[in-house]
């Protein structure tokens, strides 16, 4: 089979690249390398296993031309491709929109005209503010006010799953849906903000760990394979077409708890600093206090249970990125 992977060179991306090398499959990828980058597909380009079966181009999704030819080749489509990161959509709002809304449209046109089936990968910012907890697929969403710029990464993504729907209604686009939540693994970079390569990062360089606000709001981490399991499998079920599906962990965690557990993990004489949000981001943020995902929707499809805890997950990412900085 042949895979056409937006952002494959991306975090997520590049371990879905690597899955289907290793099933056998072809896998072509087209990345901007925005927040993407090749070194993270350089164990598969050089991997004689994988030879003549991994095609890299790098041009944004917004080239028709190319995006024309790469959907007309594949048999299957991942839509990775997006602005990454509270940070990113702080700092670059146009081009983060733009990406988000413009590229997930093109990808969605080719698709529907070439009849590939899409998975769209939106994330659990689409909530919004809830305290309530597990959110599921089902429950209303709550923004800030356009000031918060935060928002416009949520409702981009919320307007790529309405118009995701709108081709599957309309024209019977085979399209599956999945929300993000927090996902981690080797190769996440902390350069766009995610907490947990960071904390790892200023842990085992001895720096403080910068915990923004009071630490007291919650994530629910996700192990990078355990989202790609997920992804081929809904892939491979026809009733997940035209669905919205969580994709996430089950162990809610403090970010204060989380500093904690790395401090203690990573032996380091790190202490912990607590930032202002105003500090961090500037006036217009506003952070979500908890993110839990409701996993029955998932579950009942396919049987999808979360495989690595978190203690793991964290014990695997300290490993690579000592590896990674000797
Ligand atoms: N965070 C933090 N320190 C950091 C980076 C992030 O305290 O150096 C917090 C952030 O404010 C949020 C949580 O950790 O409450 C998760 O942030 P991340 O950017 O990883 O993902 P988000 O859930 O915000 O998309």
């Not at 980058?37 to 041009?59: A, C, G, H, K, M």
């Not at 599957?168 to 190769?187: E, H, M, Q, S, W």
């Not at 993110?291 to 695997?316: N, Q």
């Amino acid at each position: 089979m042949k895979v056409l992977i937006t952002g494959g060179a991306g975090f997520i991306g590049s371990h879905l690249a690597e899955a289907y090398l290793e099933r056998g499959d072809e896998v072509y990828i087209i990345d901007d390398l925005s927040t993407g980058s090749l070194d993270n597909l350089q164990p598969f380009t050089e991997d004689p296993r994988f030879n003549n079966r991994i095609f890299v181009t790098i041009d944004t999704i917004l080239n028709h031309n190319v995006m024309l030819e790469l959907t007309g080749i594949c048999d299957i489509v991942f839509h990775l491709a997006a602005a990454v990161g509270v940070r990113t959509i702080l700092e670059k709002p146009l081009e983060s929109i733009r990406t988000n809304i413009q590229g997930t449209e093109k990808v969605l046109e080719l698709c529907d005209k070439f009849k590939k089936k899409v998975l769209i990968a939106s994330t659990s910012e689409v909530y919004g503010k809830h305290l309530h907890a597990p959110l599921v697929e089902t429950d209303n969403i709550i923004y800030g006010p356009s000031s918060k710029f935060r928002w416009s990464y949520a409702a981009s993504k919320l307007m790529d799953e309405f118009t995701a729907l709108a081709y599957y209604r309309t024209n019977g686009l085979k399209a599956v849906i999945t929300r993000l939540f927090n996902t981690v693994g080797p190769r996440q970079t902390g350069a766009y903000g995610m907490v947990i390569p960071r904390f790892v990062d200023q842990a085992l360089h001895g720096d403080s760990l910068t915990i923004y606000g009071d630490g007291m709001q919650t994530r629910t981490f996700t192990y990078v394979k355990d989202v790609v399991r997920a992804f081929i499998m809904l892939m491979e079920t026809d009733e997940a077409v035209g669905e919205v599906f969580n994709v996430g962990g089950i162990e809610e965690i403090t970010i204060r708890n989380l500093a904690e557990k790395i401090i203690a993990l990573t032996g380091s004489g790190s202490t912990i600093e607590y930032i202002p949000y105003e500090k961090a981001f500037g006036k217009d943020f506003e952070d979500m206090m908890r993110r839990v995902p409701g996993m029955d929707k998932i579950r009942a499809l396919i049987g999808y249970e979360p495989e690595v805890p978190l203690d793991e997950m964290l014990r695997r990412i300290v490993a690579a990125q000592k590896g990674s900085s000797s």
